[in-house]
């Protein structure tokens, strides 16, 4: 059952991860970041790393993302 | 399009080598030799429930220290990087506020963060988590306060000290250790306690608080970083 749901993440990790590269709009391009943030924290914690994945999932998903929104928001949301 | 092959052809070769790599390890068992001896020993050496803390800090204590100065190398290089001159004259403008419900909400919500992320670091020697991610909660938890106000600050000075007294705390229970009981660098000297009891473990629970001060209040640094240059004005650029 795990394993199952793991390959989905995984898949949808992927495409998530295409995508926060090809969005031009970059808000969408950081949630999208995020998101892989957190799928990320899933797994480890699938692969019984609930210490990781605590780590992973308040950095990576709430404050790196938060400083990539202000980034933006100083600078440009659209790229050119 | 000759381009779009090629990645395509080097992403397969690259994708297909992950795979096999990766392949040939058996995963979840035929653990290493260390791993073996921490899992037999942690116990009786170190009183921490949770093995991760025990190889954290008291196995490689001296390798957390120096992750711990790393990331104060990062703040410090994040605020000498937006320090500008005639800091005290940088203003933070009127802003507009987001509406009554988040304002309101994250009030409420904030003293929960800080409970729960005060629970994992105290928590650490027992249950998963401990100092760093418990910090990056208290963090988040100020980070959701700085979007609710954006015209609000917390004090820098008082983050200084905080951020100072930890990482005396660590940096002193170290040479502690080191000076009058062990012959070691981090030996703990605390009795171990009883298995499983908030009050065991020896010096780890008073290490992980510390860094998990320390680690709360650089990440709040570099937030009220990134913040005031997003909505600060004034100051000599």
Redesign the interface.
Known sequence: MILYASWILIILMIILAVLSVQFKDLIAAVVAMGAVSLIISLLFLFLQAPDVAMAEASIGAALTMAIYIIVVRKTERREK | MIRKITYAIFLGIIITALVLFFAAFPFGKNKMAVGNYYLKNDIKQTGAA?V?TAVTLDYRGFDTLGEVSVLFAAAAGVAILFYVLGEDKKKREKQVYPNFIVRVGSRIIFPFILLFGSY?FIHGHLT???G??GG??I??GF?LLY?AYPGESVNRKRLSVVEGLAGLTFVGLGLWGLFTQGNSFLFNFLPKGQLNMIFSAGILPIIYIAIGFKVASE?AG??DD??C??VCRGGEK
């Open positions: 949770n991760v994992i998963p988590g401990g760093f991610q990056a909660i963090a988040s980070l979007l990440f570099i937030v990134m913040m240059e997003a």
